[in-house]
């Protein structure tokens, strides 16, 4: 949510002009500055570049954790006039697990300067991978790594991974790290020379330490209108290095923009990709300007490759995406960053799941979120009061359409004060959230970062010096946001988490969260921060942190160490009661996220454009390892048609993040509103979601140990064609083999369908099998359908089997003990697989073990189900659970069985199923879910001796 109502005017304004109010590399010093340097570079043949490693200074590490590594220094010549000599940068190279590889490079003058401010930390930050890295150890182990290093005069190598398929070598003059795969150049790091580290150095002297390639634009001061009182105390620091991926057309990844999926050429303009987090409300679609969160990973794919390069930096950053090489030579890409050490990852594997698991590995694999937050969740600015809550929870009901989540935005506290209730309008919180568990549904209440002056909840925040602070004085800084004039807690802080734990606990005054239990979960807004009077809408970059760092170093990563610490305290509250997942919803986000919070795409519009967005948007977030993400179904600003409405429920329902959200001025829009037939249709697709939730909760689960995607791009399922990898609406529903299309052009008639693969697909729009498939005609890779407001367009792949659970029930909880409906969709050659992930969907007893994970497999001999689970107690729960219907689909009925011998738990019986067309199904089996379990074809009329 955004916007002060104040402001509604003014935003109609300036709408269709937002690139003013954040800069772009033309008006910002350090890009601006970089990309100068490197046009003066490209343009210079006999450039002769300021920097190289001193072969002499070449160390290798095998140290104590076990970490292979290389270290060096780099020099840094600088113009004759300087006194300082040659400037120390020092670089180590580590060699991670498996197919990883890491590079620092710090300052060694940083040990002993004195900043313009005594407040200020002089170094360079080196703290990021301290909060984007998971801290438990990782799955891999180190006997996979193999060294062998050469070195000569002017270069080191080193092979590594598993078979040593990898190698890097690093040339020292001019500098060059080439990575190759096979012994084929995958990515060369610096081959256009655009290594630059600007150094520190005193104002006065500034014109004695240019290089010719340098320009001083904007060093020492910012002229940019709202950000001209930064004091930049340090001067010019920033950080930048160019990556050539080798023959890689598409690059993807680095969210979060509303842009297309497969990056775009942006040397032409003055927008690179910008990371840097801020309240972008109502944001333009494609566009480069900077969003809500940030992940500086991307993913360069092609069929025989795939390379990750996770930029480890949390300051403001600019990306250059350069395609416009002759010949499909390579994708060049120039990385920016304001301040830092500069520090890299690169991953380097055949597919991308090489890569997605790697990358996992070191940032933290999703969350398996509790089954709830992945039901439909209702949110509105606001829900006025309990009566209007409670309402709207009947009114559901009274539409038979289900939900698990209402939402409460910043109106419920006592004038915005987090910790507090408006004792007017929620009188007795305590009774709303029963009254909600009585049918399972679950309440969010918003805190955000920001906390009012004058109340117990900042008193008691700088009272224990945890606030964010003013350069000027080290002392609390105070800034506006929605309660007025507040103060910010600096979760940066390990201080912090004590505080944020009491205040989740805190039960005096009005009760905030006392006699709440386990169905209240927590939203976490405006964290970018997002501060009304800063500049872009957010903090001062000279604003003070723990450890005395400026707020430019951290400023990304910022609303990650808030929601971590939301997510921590949750935690703890949760022991007492049954030691439950939390959910945490946060609108800021850094690489790491995922391990603790969803994400959704902020204040988005309700047009054709923005839902149509969502989707690249989602696989983008996707492929840079946060799955759980979603965008506002009807458009938080303005108020959608109804077909608009119905369209974006209709592909909602795809999101891992499925929330309907709307600003306080739109108009009420939850699905009874528009009305006859579109409730109805919007009815079928929530339906319809409550009915994969198994499918979207193993995917889910797959996601959690191997960094899946959720929502999967097509590429990632076949990459022999290079067609797959420009699919951007299209998608699949992780490994489950369903795969969808959603409708989002206005008044659409018909749909093209370009088909992933050469494998059969069966239609199976809005979860129906119709008994028609299509594939790949020889001339054609692509199917047009007829649609109307009805369709959802979708199919399931051939050698799929899915489980659906297909009762309607008021909200997932009373889903638990629900049969399943196992549907099996035979490949070319009759065969198909599937998996089924089950636990109790709430509490953290999966991670010991109390689990079911299912095989399935059909062949023409027999269809088996194969179990595995290692805790007793969640088995038990559920061997009431029955499969109540299996139906097999073929290309041709002629081989599809109609009689059956089943076999579960050491019992046998025959079983007839009924056939149709090109497809059979069998109704009550008696199967039950817990076990395992065999169907072998009988031949008609044949008498099983056994029985
Ligand atoms: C380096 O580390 C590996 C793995 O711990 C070990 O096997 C090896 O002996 C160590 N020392 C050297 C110099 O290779
Ligand atoms: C600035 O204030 C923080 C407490 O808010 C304190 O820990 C830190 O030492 C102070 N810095 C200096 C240089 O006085
Ligand atoms: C950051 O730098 C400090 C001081 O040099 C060092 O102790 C620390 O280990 C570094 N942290 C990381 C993550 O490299
Ligand atoms: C099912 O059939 C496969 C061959 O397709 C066979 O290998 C397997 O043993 C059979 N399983 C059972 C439980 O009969
Ligand atoms: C997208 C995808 O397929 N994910 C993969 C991530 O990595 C693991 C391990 O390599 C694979 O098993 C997953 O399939």
């Given at each position: 949510?955004?916007?002060?109502p104040l402001?509604v005017?003014f935003?109609q ?10 800069k772009?590399c033309d008006?910002?010093g350090?890009?601006h500055?970089n990309?100068?340097f ?8 006999s ?5 190289s490693i001193?072969?002499?200074?070449i160390?290798?590490h ?6 292979w590594s290389?270290?060096a220094n780099?020099k840094?010549e600088?113009?004759?006039e300087?006194d300082?000599?040659?400037?120390i940068l020092p670089?180590?190279?580590?060699f991670?697990p498996?197919?990883s590889i890491?590079?620092?490079i ?8 004195t900043p313009g401010?005594k407040?200020?930390?002089?170094q360079?930050y ?7 890295f ?11 790594v193999n060294?062998?290093?050469?070195s000569?005069k002017?270069?080191i190598?080193?092979?590594y ?8 070598e690093?040339?020292?003059n001019?500098?060059k790290?080439?990575i190759?795969?096979?012994g084929e150049v995958?990515?060369i790091?610096?081959?256009q020379?655009?290594?630059?580290i600007?150094?520190?150095r005193?104002q ?5 330490h240019l ?8 060093m020492f ?5 709202d950000s001209s009182?930064?004091t930049i105390p340090?001067?010019p620091?920033?950080v930048a290095l160019d ?5 890689f057309?598409?690059?993807?990844g ?8 497969n990056?775009?050429?942006?040397t032409?303009?003055?927008y ?5 987090n801020?309240?972008i ?10 969003m ?7 993913l360069a794919?092609?069929p025989?490759?795939?390379?990750g390069l996770f ?5 403001d950053?600019f ?6 090489s ?6 060049r890409?120039h ?16 597919s991308p799941?090489d ?6 590995a070191?940032v ?9 937050s ?5 949110c ?5 009061d309990e ?6 929870n009947s009114?559901?009901?009274k539409h038979?359409?289900p ?6 935005d910043i109106?419920?506290a006592?004038?915005k004060?987090?910790f ?6 929620f009188?007795?919180p ?8 009585h049918?399972g549904r679950?309440?969010v209440?918003?805190?955000d970062?920001?906390?009012?002056t ?7 925040l700088?009272?224990?010096?945890i ?11 105070k800034?506006h946001?929605?309660p ?8 940066m ?7 944020w734990?009491?205040m ?8 905030f969260?006392?006699?709440?239990t386990?169905n209240?979960?927590i939203?976490?807004?405006?964290n970018e ?5 800063g ?5 001062p ?5 723990y ?5 430019r170093s951290i400023h ?5 160490t ?11 509250r949760?022991?007492e009661?049954g030691?439950k997942?939390?959910?945490?919803l946060t609108?800021?986000?850094?690489a790491?996220s ?5 994400i959704w ?6 047009t054709?454009e923005?839902?149509?967005?969502s989707?690249p ?7 840079s390892g946060?799955?759980?993400a979603?965008?506002?179904v009807?458009?938080?600003f303005?108020?959608p048609s109804?077909?608009?409405l119905t ?5 909602g329902?795809w ?6 959200h709307a600003?306080?001025d ?5 699905p009874?509103?528009p009305?006859e037939p579109y ?14 939730l198994?499918?979207?909760?193993t ?6 140990t191997t960094?899946?995607p959720?929502?999967k791009p097509?590429?990632?399922e076949?990459?022999k064609?290079i067609?797959?990898?420009s699919?951007e609406?299209?998608?699949f ?5 369903i795969?969808?299309k ?9 749909i ?9 697909y ?5 979860g129906?099998?119709s008994?028609n ?8 890779k692509s199917?047009t359908?007829?649609v109307d407001?009805n ?11 899915i489980?659906?659970?297909?009762r309607?029930?008021r909200s997932?909880k009373l889903?638990?003990n629900d049969?399943?409906?196992l549907i099996?969709?035979?490949d070319?050659?009759g065969?198909?697989?599937g ?5 109790d969907?709430e509490?953290?007893?999966y ?9 399935f497999?059909a062949?023409e ?5 194969s179990t595995t689970?290692q805790g007793?107690k969640?088995?038990?729960?559920i061997?009431?659970v029955r499969?109540e219907?299996?139906?097999i689909i ?6 599809l069985p109609?009689?059956f011998l089943i076999?579960q ?5 025959q079983?007839?199923g009924?056939t149709q067309e090109?497809?059979t199904t069998?109704k009550?089996?008696?199967l039950?879910v ?7 074809p009988?031949v008609?009329n044949?008498?099983?001796d056994?029985?």
């Amino acid at each position: 949510m955004h916007i002060p109502p104040l402001l509604v005017l003014f935003v109609q304004c300036v709408y269709g002009v937002k690139e003013h109010m954040f800069k772009n590399c033309d008006n910002s010093g350090f890009c601006h500055r970089n990309r100068h340097f490197a046009q003066q570079v490209a343009s210079n043949p006999s450039y002769s570049p300021s920097y190289s490693i001193d072969g002499d200074s070449i160390s290798i590490h095998n140290d104590s954790s076990s970490e292979w590594s290389i270290s060096a220094n780099i020099k840094k010549e600088l113009p004759s006039e300087s006194d300082l000599g040659n400037i120390i940068l020092p670089l180590k190279i580590s060699f991670l697990p498996k197919n990883s590889i890491r590079f620092q490079i710090d300052e060694e003058q940083r040990q002993s300067i004195t900043p313009g401010n005594k407040y200020v930390n002089s170094q360079r930050y080196n703290g990021t991978s301290d909060w984007a890295f998971q801290h438990t150890a990782t799955t891999n182990t180190w006997e996979n790594v193999n060294l062998d290093i050469e070195s000569s005069k002017n270069k080191i190598s080193a092979s590594y991974g598993p078979a040593q398929e990898y190698s890097v070598e690093i040339q020292f003059n001019p500098i060059k790290f080439t990575i190759s795969r096979h012994g084929e150049v995958q990515l060369i790091a610096n081959e256009q020379n655009f290594l630059n580290i600007e150094h520190w150095r005193p104002q006065a002297e500034n014109a004695r330490h240019l290089t010719p390639e340098e320009s001083d634009f904007n060093m020492f001061h910012d002229d940019f209108q709202d950000s001209s009182s930064d004091t930049i105390p340090l001067g010019p620091e920033s950080v930048a290095l160019d990556f050539t991926f080798k023959h890689f057309k598409n690059v993807y990844g680095i969210p979060e923009h509303a842009d297309s999926f497969n990056l775009k050429d942006t040397t032409q303009t003055k927008y690179p990709y910008r990371l840097y987090n801020v309240d972008i409300f109502e944001y333009e679609t494609n566009s480069r300007l900077p969003m809500y969160g940030s992940i500086p990973f991307m993913l360069a794919s092609k069929p025989e490759c795939s390379v990750g390069l996770f930029w480890i930096n949390s300051a403001d950053t600019f990306i250059d995406v350069d395609k416009t090489s002759k010949g499909g030579c390579c994708t060049r890409t120039h990385w920016i960053s304001e301040n830092n050490v500069l520090d890299f990852m690169l991953i380097i594997g055949e597919s991308p799941n090489d890569i997605n698991e790697s990358y996992g590995a070191i940032v933290g694999y999703s969350q398996l979120p509790q089954v709830a937050s992945l039901g439909y969740h209702q949110c509105r600015w606001n829900y006025n009061d309990e009566k209007d809550v409670l309402e709207i929870n009947s009114l559901f009901d009274k539409h038979r359409i289900p939900y698990d989540y209402i939402w409460l935005d910043i109106e419920y506290a006592e004038s915005k004060k987090y910790f507090t209730w408006n004792q007017d309008t929620f009188p007795d919180p305590e009774r709303m959230v029963k009254e909600l568990d009585h049918t399972g549904r679950n309440l969010v209440i918003i805190v955000d970062p920001h906390l009012k002056t004058g109340y117990f909840g900042s008193d008691e925040l700088i009272k224990r010096k945890i606030t964010i602070n003013s350069p000027s004085n080290n002392q609390t800084y105070k800034g506006h946001c929605w309660p007025g004039e507040s103060v910010w807690i600096d979760t940066m802080n390990p201080s912090s988490q004590a505080y944020w734990d009491y205040m989740f606990r805190y039960t005096d005054d009005n009760k905030f969260m006392g006699g709440l239990t386990t169905n209240v979960q927590i939203w976490n807004d405006m964290n970018e921060p997002s501060i009304f009077n800063g500049p872009e809408t957010t903090s001062p970059r000279d604003l003070l942190h723990y450890g005395s760092w400026e707020h430019r170093s951290i400023h990304n990563v910022y609303g990650l160490t808030y929601h971590e610490a939301t997510y921590k305290s949750m935690t703890e509250r949760f022991t007492e009661t049954g030691n439950k997942r939390p959910f945490i919803l946060t609108r800021s986000y850094f690489a790491g996220s995922q391990r603790t919070a969803a994400i959704w795409s902020g204040d988005n519009m309700s047009t054709w454009e923005h839902l149509k967005i969502s989707i690249p948007m989602l696989l983008t977030s996707g492929v840079s390892g946060l799955p759980f993400a979603g965008a506002d179904v009807g458009g938080f600003f303005g108020n959608p048609s109804k077909e608009l409405l119905t369209r974006w429920y209709q592909t909602g329902i795809w999101y891992p993040f499925f929330r309907g959200h709307a600003h306080i001025d739109s108009r009420r829009r939850e699905p009874w509103v528009p009305g006859e037939p579109y409730t109805s249709i919007i009815r079928d697709a929530l339906q319809l979601r409550y009915s994969l939730l198994p499918v979207i909760y193993t995917a889910f689960h797959e996601s959690s140990t191997t960094g899946l995607p959720v929502i999967k791009p097509i590429f990632y399922e076949n990459r022999k064609d290079i067609e797959n990898f420009s699919i951007e609406d299209e998608f699949f529903l992780g490994n489950s083999g369903i795969f969808v299309k959603p409708v989002t052009d206005e008044a659409a008639e018909t749909i093209d369908i370009y088909l992933p693969d050469e494998e059969i697909y069966y239609e199976f729009d809005n979860g129906v099998l119709s008994g028609n498939s299509v594939h790949r005609q020889s001339d054609k890779k692509s199917v047009t359908k007829h649609v109307d407001i009805n369709t959802i367009p979708m199919y399931l792949k051939g050698g799929s089997i899915i489980a659906k659970k297909e009762r309607y029930r008021r909200s997932s909880k009373l889903m638990v003990n629900d049969p399943y409906h196992l549907i099996i969709a035979l490949d070319k050659s009759g065969k198909s697989s599937g998996k089924l992930y089950i636990d109790d969907g709430e509490s953290f007893d999966y991670l010991q073990g109390e689990s079911i994970s299912i095989e399935f497999s059909a062949t023409e001999e027999n269809i088996t189900a194969s179990t595995t689970s290692q805790g007793q107690k969640f088995q038990n729960s559920i061997s009431g659970v029955r499969i109540e219907q299996i139906t097999i689909i073929g290309q041709d009925n002629s081989i599809l069985p109609k009689k059956f011998l089943i076999t579960q738990g050491g019992k046998k019986w025959q079983f007839r199923g009924v056939t149709q067309e090109k497809s059979t199904t069998i109704k009550n089996p008696g199967l039950r879910v817990d076990e395992d379990w065999t169907i072998e074809p009988l031949v008609d009329n044949q008498v099983h001796d056994e029985l």
